[in-house]
């Protein structure tokens, strides 16, 4: 790998920060996240989808109750593929 030529960002990352723009188009770094509310995931097998926050710690990963299959089911992801639900 050669440290000197542009590399890719992981998929997800260009669509969390145009998420976090506000009506003016400037990034908002502080997201308000809070168990109980309603997010939406940006990336993955389930973006798009709406969910509640479930847990929010310092790892880097959050944990969201997706209602599928019938009822809500705990999902981990990466804290960064996460916004809150407009």
């Given at each position: 790998m050669q440290c000197d030529?542009?590399?890719?960002?992981?998929?997800?990352v260009v669509e969390s920060l145009i998420a976090s723009t506000d009506q003016n188009g400037l990034l908002?770094?502080?997201?308000?996240l809070r168990v109980g509310s309603s997010v939406r995931l940006t990336a993955g097998p389930f973006a798009e989808q709406l969910a509640i926050l479930d847990r929010l710690d310092d790892s880097g990963r959050v944990r969201v109750l997706l209602n599928i299959m019938g009822g809500p089911v705990?999902?981990?992801i990466r804290r960064e593929f996460v916004v809150p639900a407009a």
């Open positions: 030529m542009p590399q890719p960002v992981p998929q997800g908002c770094l502080e997201q308000r705990p999902v981990q």
